[in-house]
């Protein structure tokens, strides 16, 4: 009895040591990286507006910059400008789903994406009639962040997630269409 308890004591010892290695990718939490990064944060401007419109099927893509990097653990988050209240952009937080005063649903902003692009489009049964103010001139914030980082934040909230990623207003990347 008492070699099973010096194995199970040994064994034990083993389990809480410490791990150590190499630096991990930059931006993934729980690991070293060289530039700290936890985010990055894309923004189509209003020169670039995105359209939705039956020639683009009501869908836009947004290519990652070439040198932009998502690991398998990312998580992809996209929020529409709703608005400006008070001076301050109002960002809503996809999917976002419009509905009728009956309460039946009208359309729908969702997206997809890949390690490469961000596919973002309009689902609903009669997309023609979406009104422009949500069809046209479109701007949104991409915002790409470490799965774990993801789990702790409050998603539906842009300004949450920014102001926990410490990103500032000069930091977002701006596409160039």
Known sequence: MKKIITLLAVIGMFGFQGCTGP???PGIPGQDGADGLLGVVYENTSANYYNFTANNNFKVRFNFPVNATLYD???????RLGGVDNGKAVWEFLPETRYFDDGTRD????????YNYVDIYLSGNDLGTVPSEFSMQQIFRIVVVPADF?????KASYLDVVSKLNIKESQIQQIKL
Do not use: C
């Open 107 to 114: 359309f729908s902003f969702n997206f997809n994406f890949t």
């Open 73 to 79: 653990s990312d998580v992809v988050l996209v929020y």
């Open 150 to 154: 993801a789990a702790s934040v409050n």
């Open 23 to 25: 630096e991990g990718p």
